[in-house]
């Protein structure tokens, strides 16, 4: 019983006394010794770039903004020592050139009023400004950016150059803005960022021994440059690179590699340019990009739904416009002491696939294991089905790292029961091998693979119910 | 429902924080005792009821002509009247006790432990009994009033010397004016523990003391009187460890149904006051005050309009409302709940927290009491407080919303949700008081219950992250405390999680204003390598 007996007692004396005022505060931050030791979960986010409220989820982000927080903070710095070095970066970059495009400036301008009220006051809302003027920039007048853009059309690994180019155009938007507004302002941060995605757009699209961002967690930043484009130059380039699935895909990439090492970046990122799509994170931003217009976006914009009901109904617009932002990948943390480790390179994921030569089956996936009613994560790699002699197959899942550790190597037993479930899941029962648990390891266990795709998950329970019938 | 874990390492460390880690009861003592301290603190600052009255009232007769007189008495020293009341003389007995109610009834510092040292309270206590001078029996009675109403010391020192029964055989004295000095006596006695409560209640106080009360209309009483004796039965009522006996108290009773059923503001708030002394203590207790049928009325007083009285009452009630759910039940049906709009939007901040309180315990009952809420379209004026309302309303309506969402179902908290709940809630979150924080997480949790249950989670969970709620449970594990670390964490891993972790052996750099730049997570559905 939730009951609760009064804090206070109350009495005929004490009645009309005037209680102290009990400030709401602010809540106290823990040592730094004690958030050493905390595992701080970062959130997914699924909405990004579109609130209307001012600050919407992004109201903590600090990336853009001093650490006072406050737009009179700023120290006096003057325009020209700042600007400079931005101009200089984008000339140098790529060969895009974003000094002629003020015409984007007004159409930032304009565009802002379409989302409503994103707030032009606090720098909390930068992130969202500059997504909003990044993104009609680009995606309203597709002409005058794409002149921009064409000479990234020439170079088949458009997206890279997409990205940088939204990367810059928003940078440029954001200064122009608010510099127009404060010319007094510094914009140190700004850099920084700008550092950070920029390294993150190197190491996606471009990533090598190197590229300037400071880790490997930074890479994620890149992919909210993504979809400014459009979404339908995206998805092409996904697609192109999402259907070459096996290695083929390095070879590719390396020919894109080398075109791209010709070009100069006077941030002193990338020399070397390889698109690792095959394995890294990168494609799968970009794979589950294009899924994810087709799939993941859970929201449906004109069902309101039960609890939705006012909230959404205002944002169904810039909802579907933004459906490619939807499909985020994994988080990480971000330093902000961008400037420093600039000629520092970002620790790569790449690894040396082991090679199953003989398999007739291979998929990525991640393998979970059915433990107390609730499943739990086994590991991330890919699943092979081998031929095992007298017609049985074997079903192998290797993690995907250096070692190739194997999460599961089962043969697939005639019976094993095997059903489709979800989007993308594939459930099989067996006795894990290796053991799950040591102690009970012959008890039979369930194992839940999930794949990209849902064709991917009907592949392959079609795939294992034909093997097992055998 | 709450999904706070306390590792067995972590409660060590918690038992160390004032209030962390201390179940209800331990905290509910340390309340009590506080609260007790801080009572006999205050109690000892404040003067009780006293007498200023310059004039005599009508039939005081005495041998001495007062007009004649007055300057008479006036000013005596302690030595003078020492004197005189040694004197074999009644006169001057009667004059030196004139003189020393005298002193003892002035505005700065009345010589009281001048007095009690001089011995003369033996002596009042005597003349309390001289029915043959009835001009004497008031002036020592009005002494001793006096010297009552002073410290706890004081009042000793009044009992110690066998005031009580004498006082009580003053009630039928056939002089009001004497009975109700008695009356007064009696109430400084009586309110200043419930030591003397009780030896008050034992030598026979109550019986005396309601038969003042009995005529057929209570209007025919001086009000003054009236006011008076209702004081003194209030006190009775007053004070726990221990509580009034019970047999005391149903005695009481009745009368007290009585008496706010009268007119007079006075006697209706201290009537209130009564009551929400009874109302506050165990369940039988509320029981005893509930059968006697007197809620409904209570009710109608809560909407009368007058502070004094809805202050004393609105406690009766939320008193009321910790009781059983059927204790509960009794308030909703006498119609309290229609009060509330105006409780909940008081311009006096303790009525909007007292109401919000109360209401927070109606929402820890029952389904059907919480439909009774929503249906008296109470939801808005909750989150109207959550939006803003004072601190201490705030946290009362972050209490009554967690347990509406505890208790109540699939429906009603999806009403509570689209009524707009979870914004102003989560703005909350960044208060000072992690007990608060704690609470809002709790509500949150459960309202994700809810939404897993009609699959309305992502939903949810955009909505959370579109009013910044979001970006605030994150930052929230940096909270100095561990509890709300842990239940912001688990929330985040529950429902917001990315769902590739490479990244989660970077340790945060997190500073008081600034936390990390959010990526965005993993798309919902689709895996990522």
């Given at each position: 019983m939730a009951k609760r007996i009064a804090e206070k007692e109350l009495t005929d004396r004490n009645w009309d006394q005037e209680d102290e005022a009990e400030e709401v505060g602010t809540f106290s931050v823990a040592s730094e010794e004690v958030l050493k030791n905390r595992a701080i979960k970062k959130a997914k986010r699924r909405n990004v770039g579109f609130e209307s409220d001012s600050g919407g989820a992004f109201k903590g982000f600090k990336g853009f903004v001093l650490p006072s927080g406050k737009g009179g903070g700023f120290t006096g710095f003057g325009n020209g020592t700042e600007i400079k070095p931005l101009e200089g970066l984008s000339n140098g970059s790529s060969g895009i050139s974003s000094t002629p495009s003020f015409t984007c400036v007004k159409t930032a301008s304009e565009a802002?009023?379409?989302?409503?009220?994103?707030?032009?006051?606090?720098?909390?809302t930068t992130l969202v400004e500059k997504k909003a003027s990044g993104t009609k920039a680009n995606g309203g007048s597709q002409q005058s950016s794409s002149s921009d853009c064409t000479q990234s059309k020439t170079c088949s690994s458009s997206v890279y150059h997409k990205q940088l180019a939204a990367l810059n155009c928003s940078v440029r938007d954001w200064i122009v803005k608010h510099v127009n507004t404060n010319p007094l302002c510094d914009l140190t941060p700004i850099f920084r960022d700008y550092e950070k995605y920029l390294a993150s757009i190197e190491q996606h699209h471009g990533s090598s021994s190197d590229s300037g961002s400071e880790n490997e967690s930074n890479k994620t930043i890149g992919t909210q440059c993504v979809p400014t484009f459009g979404t339908s130059k995206l998805q092409q380039g996904s697609t192109f690179l999402f259907n070459s699935n096996k290695t083929e895909d390095k070879s590719d990439k390396k020919t894109e590699s080398t075109m791209e090492k010709n070009r100069e970046s006077s941030l002193g990122a990338t020399s070397n340019v390889s698109f690792n799509f095959g394995k890294n994170v990168d494609s799968s931003i970009l794979s589950s990009l294009s899924s994810g217009t087709k799939t993941s976006f859970s929201f449906s914009p004109g069902n309101s739904g039960v609890f939705g009901k006012d909230e959404n109904q205002g944002k169904t617009v810039s909802m579907l416009s933004s459906k490619v932002l939807e499909a985020q990948t994994e988080s990480g943390s971000s330093d902000d002491k961008g400037g420093e480790e600039e000629e520092e390179e970002p620790p790569k994921a790449v690894f040396n696939e082991v090679k199953e030569d003989d398999a007739f089956y291979s998929k990525k996936c991640k393998l979970f294991y059915k433990k107390d009613n609730e499943f739990k994560e086994k590991g991330v790699g890919t699943l092979h089905l081998k031929p095992a002699g007298n017609e049985k197959t074997q079903l192998l899942v290797r993690a995907d790292?250096?070692?190739?550790?194997?999460?599961l190597n089962v043969l697939v037993p005639p019976k094993m029961p095997c059903t489709r479930t979800g989007k993308n899941n594939v459930l099989i029962v067996c006795v894990p091998n290796p053991p799950i648990d040591e102690k009970s390891s012959t008890v039979p266990v369930t194992m839940l693979i999930r794949v990209k795709t849902s064709e991917d998950a009907d592949e392959l329970h079609k795939i294992l119910l034909e093997k097992k019938e055998v | 429902m709450s999904t706070n874990e306390n590792a067995c390492a972590a409660v060590a460390r918690l038992n160390r924080f004032k209030n962390k880690g201390k179940d209800t009861t331990e905290m509910r003592r340390r309340r009590i005792e506080v609260n007790v301290e801080l009572r006999k603190a205050k109690k000892d600052d404040q003067m009780l009821k006293r007498r200023n009255v310059s004039i005599l009232p009508?039939?005081?007769?005495?041998?001495?002509?007062e007009n004649r007189n007055n300057q008479a008495t006036a000013h005596w020293s302690v030595e003078e009247i020492v004197k005189g009341i040694n004197s074999n003389n009644l006169e001057l007995q009667l004059q030196a006790t004139q003189a020393a109610r005298k002193l003892l009834s002035r505005e700065k510092q009345p010589p009281i432990d001048h007095i009690i040292r001089a011995g003369l309270i033996p002596k009042f206590v005597a003349f309390l009994g001289r029915t043959d001078c009835s001009p004497i029996q008031f002036e020592s009675a009005w002494a001793l009033t006096n010297i009552a109403s002073g410290t706890s010391e004081q009042t000793k020192a009044v009992v110690d010397g066998g005031a009580i029964p004498a006082f009580i055989s003053l009630l039928?004295?056939?002089?009001t004016h004497i009975s109700e000095q008695a009356v007064w006596a009696l109430g400084n006695i009586a309110g200043d523990g419930s030591a003397y409560r009780d030896l008050v209640i034992k030598y026979g106080a109550i019986d005396p003391l309601l038969a003042l009360l009995a005529v057929p209309d209570l209007s025919s009483l001086a009000s003054g009187y009236l006011r008076n004796i209702t004081w003194t039965l209030s006190n009775l009522c007053r004070n726990k460890n221990?509580?009034?006996p019970i047999d005391a108290i149903e005695q009481i009773l009745p009368t007290l149904l009585r008496l706010l059923h009268h007119n007079d503001h006075e006697v209706l708030a201290d009537t209130c006051w009564a009551i929400s002394y009874l109302t506050d203590g165990s369940n039988d207790r509320i029981e005893v005050v509930v059968k006697t049928g007197l809620v409904p009325q209570l009710v109608k007083l809560l909407g009368c309009g007058e502070l004094p009285i809805m202050t004393p009452s609105l406690r009766a009630i939320g008193n009321i409302v910790t009781g059983t759910d059927e204790q509960t039940q009794i308030v909703i049906e006498s119609g309290a709940l229609g009060v509330f709009p105006s409780l909940l939007s008081h311009h006096k901040n303790n009525i909007q927290k007292e109401a919000a309180w109360t209401l927070s315990n109606i929402t820890a009952g029952r389904r059907d009491q919480i439909q009774r809420v929503v249906e008296h379209g109470l939801v808005p004026y909750l989150i109207g407080i959550l939006k803003k309302g004072d601190f201490k309303s705030q946290k009362e309506a972050v209490w009554a919303v967690t347990n509406y969402t505890s208790g109540g179902t699939i429906d009603q908290v999806v009403f509570l949700v689209q009524a707009g709940v979870v914004e102003p809630l989560l703005n909350l979150l960044s208060a000072k008081d992690s007990k608060t924080v704690l609470v809002i997480l709790d509500a949150i949790t459960n309202i994700f219950l809810a939404a897993e249950k009609i699959d309305e989670t992502e939903r949810l969970c955009l909505m959370i992250e579109e009013c910044g709620g979001l970006d605030k449970i994150e930052a929230l594990q940096s909270h100095e405390n561990e509890q709300v670390y842990k239940a912001s964490s688990n929330l985040i891993e529950k429902y917001f999680s990315a769902e590739e972790e490479e990244d989660q052996n970077v340790l945060p750099d997190s500073t008081a204003d600034s936390y990390n730049f959010q990526i965005q997570g993993s798309t919902p559905d689709t895996f990522n390598f």
């Open positions: 802002q009023p379409a989302f409503g009220s994103v707030a032009s006051n606090g720098p909390t790292t250096n070692l190739g550790n194997i999460l | 009508d039939d005081a007769t005495s041998p001495l002509q039928a004295s056939p002089h221990p509580a009034p």
